[in-house]
T-cell receptor, first 115, second 115 residues
Framework: GENVEQHPSTLSVQEGDSAVIKCTYSDSASNYFPWYKQELGKGPQLIIDIRSNVGEKKDQRIAVTLNKTAKHFSLHITETQPEDSAVYFCAADPDRGSTLGRLYFGRGTQLTVWP | KAGVTQTPRYLIKTRGQQVTLSCSPISGHRSVSWYQQTPGQGLQFLFEYFSETQRNKGNFPGRFSGRQFSNSRSEMNVSTLELGDSALYLC??????????????FGPGTRLTVT
């Protein structure tokens, strides 16, 4: 099955700096890669996603890049704010373009933004 | 639009008992996926239902089962509870149709503690 690895496990940055989280996946058939933010006591919140026909996608301060050849994708957060502090998860969907509701998740990155 | 709701939010059970968790998806969503989240194993896919049919199942023992009703609401059941079943159980809903509609939205989860 699909194996998703995520680094780093913890990340501390100063407010206003950028944060980068990287993930690799093993199944070359995966073609949908969402990112989730989970705050304490809450369920994961979808913040951005990318499909394999796109190399980069931006949404305000958040961007995601995908390199299908190398099988890795990254989350970039610019101008970080204290409210960005949370656990971030990457995920991959191995079901070859169908939507069968199965995601494989990385182990998460605890991001802390210091004021 | 209301989000994904899960009930109950917290449960304490004893080893050997069984438990039923409930999930109501976003209106119009026909796919419901269940995940188990633990500090040791992270987020792991349990199973997914679409139009009352299980389409996908993760690598969990038969003690874990689920079902979906005609209104897309879903329940999962765990029988003969073990201490290791203590976890946050998350439900996610999506439209469940072909590629392009695979975004999954999570509920707040049910925190199950087995003593």
């Amino acid at each position: 099955g699909e194996n998703v690895e995520q680094h780093p496990s913890t990340l501390s940055v100063q407010e206003g700096d950028s944060a980068v989280i990287k993930c690799t996946y093993s199944d070359s058939a995966s073609n949908y890669f969402p990112w989730y933010k989970q705050e304490l006591g809450k369920g994961p919140q979808l913040i951005i996603d990318i499909r394999s026909n796109v190399g980069e996608k931006k949404d305000q301060r958040i961007a995601v890049t995908l390199n299908k050849t190398a099988k890795h994708f990254s989350l970039h957060i610019t101008e970080t704010q204290p409210e960005d502090s949370a656990v971030y998860f990457c995920a991959a969907d191995p079901d070859r373009g169908s939507t069968l509701g199965r995601l494989y998740f990385g182990r998460g990155t605890q991001l802390t933004v210091w004021p | 639009k209301a989000g994904v709701t899960q009930t109950p939010r917290y449960l304490i059970k004893t080893r050997g008992q069984q438990v039923t968790l409930s999930c109501s998806p976003i209106s119009g969503h026909r796919s419901v996926s269940w995940y188990q989240q633990t500090p040791g194993q992270g987020l792991q896919f349990l199973f997914e239902y679409f139009s009352e049919t299980q389409r996908n199942k993760g690598n969990f023992p038969g003690r874990f089962s689920g079902r979906q009703f005609s209104n897309s609401r879903s329940e999962m059941n765990v029988s003969t509870l073990e201490l290791g079943d203590s976890a946050l159980y998350l439900c996610a809903s999506s439209r469940g149709q072909l590629a392009g509609n695979g975004e999954q939205y999570f509920g707040p989860g049910t925190r199950l503690t087995v003593t």
